[in-house]
Nanobody
Framework: QVQVAESGGGSVQPGGSLTLSCTTSGPYYRRNCVAWFRQAPGKEREGVASIHRPSGTTSYADSVKGRFTIDQPNTNDITVFLQMNSLKPEDTAKYYC??????????????????WGQGTQVSVSS
């Protein structure tokens, strides 16, 4: 059984940085694609970034390109990070991590992921 859990949310001023962590467990082939999504109050859930873990290839939503980086450490196959720089008030949302089985990179424009975490709140304000 695959489990997903996020951590690292918090409050930050505009222009600041935060790093979110996604911890996954279970059979690797069932979680070899991981993505970050976010949902602001009153808005639909949207994809932010995704990674195909075997190849390391990544994809980003236009709204975060150049500011956010999805990455995985070389030391384990459990964790995926989302490094968020130059944060803006419009980045305020609950951020979710999700995992699925895949054979190639799945862009973050789909919610077709099988395993979801509970989310972690990110608030950007002055």
């Amino acid at each position: 059984q695959v489990q997903v859990a996020e951590s690292g949310g918090g409050s930050v001023q505009p222009g600041g940085s935060l790093t979110l962590s996604c911890t996954t467990s279970g059979p690797y082939y069932r979680r070899n694609c991981v993505a970050w999504f976010r949902q602001a109050p009153g808005k639909e859930r949207e994809g932010v970034a995704s990674i195909h873990r075997p190849s390391g290839t990544t994809s980003y939503a236009d709204s975060v390109k150049g500011r956010f980086t999805i990455d995985q450490p070389n030391t384990n196959d459990i964790t995926v990070f989302l490094q968020m720089n130059s944060l803006k008030p419009e980045d305020t949302a609950k951020y979710y991590c999700a995992a699925r089985s895949c054979s190639t990179l799945v862009p973050p424009d789909t919610l077709a992921y099988d395993h979801w975490g509970q989310g972690t709140q990110v608030s950007v304000s002055s």
